[in-house]
């Protein structure tokens, strides 16, 4: 059973807003950075992404004519901008206001929306991004870090000075205590996301930093439909980099800095991975040019020109491309590779992989209420301490379907979902869209090293690129699979569920297809079929890491792992759908729906059991992972199942009601429901770098509400 949960009221007319106020504040700060050891630079290695650090971000707008004239609540008029880019184009920086956490960009007005403005050239008067102050500084916002790590012991350099205390609340030196579990019912918050509007911008984007407070960012963005696609999509990369480039920095430092770089460098493996990155990139830019009218490479163009614009913002070099265009292998890409490069780095035999043998990551349930009132949704994302950085996104793009100006708009146009600094996509998965749709993933893998002989640099899309296009062309569960399978990269092999919430009918008897679409891809193989009639039968669909097609399970070498280990990494038999099994039924609501997708008693429940473990029960066997409470002396026949900085990190939950209004309930951060809140001072893992998280990770669930 699950733990009995504290009763508390949940409002959600008056609880304390943490959103965006509409509100274009200075962004002053300095962040500081670890201590790096002197050394020669190498051309090889991927820069941490070089900002431009304590740059004042306003209302940024780019202008072939007249200046513009995007309000500024604080002062209530229309400040003039200051005319310094190339054509009549401006920067417009507000008076500094009080210290906060919130930002907006813009970007127009005059790069566009006809082919006949002229190609911006680089900005003048813009320098180029400054040296970053090594060891001092402060975060965005103007306060100082929750919990501001050093380096790990084995990197050389001075020590950072003692860590300042954590949230309010959670001092660092109390050992924090268990439960009771975060409830819906509980003193949650809304996060309240308002947007101020500048007509002729191509793009706009608003961020709120609200980490110290909910665990979350909240980031708005939106284009112009007035631009054509290109510039929309480059705009939308500009601007998002201009409001989260302190958070862009941090999460860079926190994950992927080391990554073929200075400190941890395989020359062969980085060289290999390069020429697959360069050679994939120039295929994909071959078919654009050869497929100028498909929709597909419409979107697969508008993606790149989209993560072209945040790393030219980024980098303070902004030129439009108007032909084709270069993007680094080793630059902002690898923020959007973190799933693909766990199945690039066996293929292209790296010594050491980011894979851990057994290790799960994510878990999904799809629940069919009581007399079908209702068909919730939830997702919780298993991954490493270090992206604990986290950013619930909302796009609104203008799109068209294909190149054609007289096309229909792209039907996933806005969509809403859980992401990271820097990232364009989910990761996670978990994406909440305008077609009606919610899409979302749990890991599967490929344990088998025969079938990497099909990731293949020329005709495959990494998988971060197809998904971004399935979401956006397609309608339905069968559409979104079409377009999905589509150059099977053989990367970031996922189990993907596709609701349709067009199809389902409250109350309703089932209407035997199209509300539950799963899809199934490893190297060589994709895998589809509709299952809302077991939907319905089962009352809930459970996903944990195992695949549900035999011929995917067989073909992706799970039969051998089961003959070896036992019923840990079968279908029907592994913990987690053990307790899913178990606790389903438990779910009558979306409290509930929270209790069973943060559950880990793993001290009590007998599915947490691992009897060829010592200790036998194991935090890694639960719906929500805590792999830090392990024991670090233990005994342990995979590495899975070790002590590690790796658990349950989020919940991701909507029902139908609330994704029509493209609403989430979440809690960010590893559970505390039945255990103690993860604490980074007293973890065993204070040493690894996670720049901008709190010390303590116990917050409540909030609900986003956009404006």
């Not at 069973?596 to 992972?625: G, T, V, W």
Request: net charge positive.
């Amino acid at each position: 059973m699950l733990a009995p949960q504290a009763s508390r009221a949940w409002r959600s007319g008056r609880a304390p807003s943490v959103g965006c106020q509409s509100r274009v504040l200075s962004h002053r700060e300095h962040l500081a950075a670890p201590p790096e050891p002197a050394r020669a630079p190498r051309s090889e290695d991927p820069a941490p992404p070089s900002g431009r650090r304590g740059r004042e971000a306003g209302a940024v707008a780019l202008s072939a004519a007249a200046p513009c004239r995007c309000p500024d609540p604080r002062r209530g008029a229309a400040p003039r901008c200051s005319p310094i880019l190339h054509g009549g184009g401006e920067v417009e920086v507000p008076a500094p206001g009080p210290p906060g956490r919130e930002g907006s960009a813009y970007l127009g007005p005059g790069l566009g929306p006809a082919s006949s403005a002229p190609p911006p050239r680089r900005a003048r008067g813009l320098p180029g991004p400054p040296p970053r102050r090594r060891g001092s500084g402060r975060p965005a916002g103007g306060r100082a870090p929750e919990h501001f790590p050093g380096p790990a012991p084995a990197r050389p350099g001075p020590a950072p000075p003692p860590p300042p205390p954590g949230p309010p609340g959670h001092a660092p030196d109390t050992p924090p205590r268990a439960g009771p579990a975060p409830s819906l019912k509980g003193t949650g918050s809304r996060a309240v996301l308002g947007r101020p509007r500048c007509r002729e911008a191509g793009a706009w984007a608003n961020l709120t930093n609200a980490i110290r407070d909910t665990g979350w960012a909240f980031l708005e963005l939106r284009t112009n439909g007035q631009y054509n696609d290109s510039l929309q999509a480059y705009a939308a990369g500009v601007v998002e980099a201009a409001v989260s480039e302190e958070l862009i920095y941090m999460h860079w430092m926190n994950t992927v800095v080391n990554y073929c770089g200075p400190f941890e460098y395989e020359v062969s493996y980085c060289e290999r991975l390069r020429r697959f990155l360069e050679t994939n990139l120039d295929w994909m830019q071959e078919a654009i040019e050869l497929n100028k009218d498909s929709a597909y490479w419409h979107q697969v163009r508008l993606t790149l020109l989209q993560l072209k614009g945040l790393e030219d913002s980024y980098e303070g070099s902004m030129t439009f491309p108007t032909g084709r265009f270069t993007i680094k292998p080793l630059g902002f890409l690898l923020l959007q590779l973190s799933g693909d490069l766990g199945d690039l780095e066996p293929a292209l035999n790296k010594t050491k992989t980011k894979h851990v043998m057994g290790s799960g990551s994510c878990s999904a349930l799809i629940k069919l209420l009581p007399g079908q009132s209702d068909l919730l949704i939830a997702h919780n994302t298993w991954s490493s301490y270090q992206n604990m950085l986290r950013i619930i996104k909302k796009y609104w793009f203008q799109f068209r379907e294909d190149p054609q100006e007289n096309s229909p708009l792209a039907p996933g146009n806005k969509l809403v979902f859980s992401s990271y600094p820097g990232t364009l996509f989910s990761c996670d998965d978990f994406y909440i869209m305008g077609s009606g749709l919610v899409t979302l993933e749990t890991t599967i893998g490929n344990r088998n090293p025969a079938l990497w002989k099909y990731v293949q640099p020329k005709n495959c899309v990494l998988e971060w690129v197809r998904n971004v296009v399935a979401n956006r062309l397609a309608l339905d569960g069968d559409s979104w699979a079409d377009i999905f399978k589509k150059f099977n990269s053989g990367t970031y092999n996922n189990q993907w569920m596709i609701v349709d919430y067009k199809a389902f009918v409250p109350g309703g008897p089932s209407p035997g297809n199209r509300v539950l679409t799963i899809l199934e891809q490893i190297p060589g193989m994709v895998v589809v079929a509709d299952k809302t009639s077991e939907l319905y039968q089962k009352t809930y669909w459970a996903s944990y890491n195992i695949p549900y097609f035999e011929s995917v399970f067989n073909a992706s070498g799970l039969q051998a792992l089961v003959a070896q280990y036992g019923d840990w990494f079968s279908y029907d038999g592994s913990p987690r759908a053990r307790i899913f099994r178990r606790n389903q039924s438990l779910v009558h609501d979306l409290d509930s729906m929270l209790r069973l997708m943060r559950y880990n008693d793993f001290l009590h429940d007998p599915l947490s059991l691992c009897k060829a473990c010592s200790p036998q029960a194991n935090a890694e066997n639960a719906i929500s992972a805590r792999s830090d409470l392990n024991p670090a002396n233990g005994s342990y026949p995979f590495q899975a199942l070790h002590q590690r900085s790796h658990g349950g990190i989020d919940v991701k939950m909507t029902s139908m009601a609330l994704a029509k209004a493209f609403h989430i309930i979440a809690v960010s951060g590893p559970t505390w429901d039945q255990v103690p809140p993860f604490q980074w001072s007293s973890s065993p893992f204070s040493g690894l770098l996670h720049m901008g998280q709190p010390d303590v990770w116990k917050f409540l669930p909030i609900e986003t509400w956009w404006d």
